[in-house]
């Protein structure tokens, strides 16, 4: 990685994303980058779902941040109280960098914190903001705009069409990933399928739950088991699935864990044989990259940049849209492949690691924030 060590650190104010999540895996492992480039780097947000743990442990390695004690239930228009209040005491007002994470009301404020003619980043971390909404108000008063994935900067760019526009992937590991050794394939035995992120309706772990006793009759599926992993915010939601899959009598076949840590992630997935997501609205989903640089295969909707993880990749199955048809129909695609021992993980690792890997993605992120702007009025730095 290049080195930016200056007379001066360069400041790097980070607006947002303290979500659980994929953005709460990439910041964190965004922060070790910047850290490692010799640079200051505070996080403000007027609400946090992180726990206190996960929050000192990232103080820990020098980074500054400064969030509301509110979260976000029904306290959260406090946090917004909290920012107007106490901000303008607490922050810098000659930052170099303002990177926006998502969509969020308070980005533009914080634009009163940088040095006049620096950067200002806007990342779109799901779909392309509509017009009129907050992130397309956020994207207009940026000199840069990131996208998650192909489909989506595609879309910014015909709205935006005089800024520079970049398409860079979350950060996924905090290295480079070991090809994976072949896994022995589970003929006879129970294939292990996992659903892992964000426990929400538009990804649909309920269609999974409703539908596994006819998910069992797919050629060579059954015997299988499903595990989610996840939590969320809206807690409600994971109980109701909880109280269903005792109301089917499917407990001894799924099973809820509920959230994980980072750190779990690896011996969550040495055991998983299969990463399913049939979502509705998706950005690019941090845990499908996760489980494919581990040479693990996925079957999942095209829902915004999940179509991308399908390109010339014969290890996982995108199925076409949204509908749960099509998802199924390359679940028993998937399902055939996995049972004749014709899914090759070191492949899967070796595309993945190309595009998605360590030293890809850091690279793109470290020159993206630690690289003085550069206007580009004729728009032709378009990825």
Not at 257 to 272: E, F, S
């Amino acid at each position: 990685m290049v080195k930016y060590c200056q007379n001066r650190r360069r400041r790097v104010l980070i607006s947002g994303g303290l979500t659980v999540g994929g953005p709460q895996t990439h910041l964190t492992l965004l922060c070790k980058v910047l850290r490692g480039a010799c640079a200051d780097v505070t996080i403000v947000g007027a609400a946090t779902n992180w726990s206190s743990e996960e929050i000192a442990a990232l103080r820990a390695t020098g980074v500054r941040i400064v969030v509301s004690p509110f979260g976000f239930g029904r306290l959260k228009h406090l946090g917004n109280i909290f920012a107007f209040l106490a901000w303008p005491f607490l922050l810098r007002r000659d930052y170099d960098v303002l990177y926006c994470i998502g969509t969020g009301k308070m980005h533009l404020w914080l634009c009163r914190f940088i040095r006049n003619g620096c950067k200002t980043i806007y990342h779109e971390i799901v779909e392309c903001p509509k017009p009129d909404s907050v992130g397309a108000l956020v994207a207009t008063q940026m000199t840069h705009l990131i996208g998650n994935s192909r489909i989506v900067s595609r879309e910014m760019t015909k709205l935006w069409p005089n800024t520079k526009i970049e398409t860079i992937p979350f950060l996924t590991s905090a290295s480079t990933f070991a090809t994976p050794k072949p896994k022995a394939s589970p003929q006879g035995h129970d294939l292990r399928i996992a659903f892992l992120g964000r426990i929400v309706a538009h990804k649909r772990p309920d269609k999974l739950i409703e539908n596994w006793s006819s998910l069992s009759a797919l050629p060579g599926f059954s015997p299988a088991r499903l595990d989610i992993y996840g939590g969320d915010y809206e807690s409600p939601y994971i109980n109701t699935l909880r109280s269903r899959v005792l109301e089917l009598g499917l407990q001894e076949r799924i099973r809820i864990h509920g959230r994980y840590g980072a750190d779990q992630l690896p011996r969550i997935l040495a055991n998983t044989d299969l990463v399913v997501l049939p979502s509705i609205i998706e950005g690019l989903p941090l845990v499908l990259v996760e489980a494919m640089l581990r040479g693990i295969p996925i079957v999942a909707t095209s829902a915004g940049g999940c179509e991308e993880l399908g390109d010339n990749n014969p290890d996982v199955i995108i199925s076409t849209g949204t509908s749960w048809d099509g998802f199924v129909a390359g679940l028993a695609k998937m399902i055939s492949l996995i049972r004749s021992n014709r899914i090759d993980s070191a492949r899967l690792h070796a595309w993945t690691e190309e595009r998605y890997g360590y030293g890809t993605v850091s690279i793109a992120w470290s020159n993206a924030l630690m690289m003085d702007a550069t206007p580009d009025p004729l728009g032709t730095s378009k990825s």
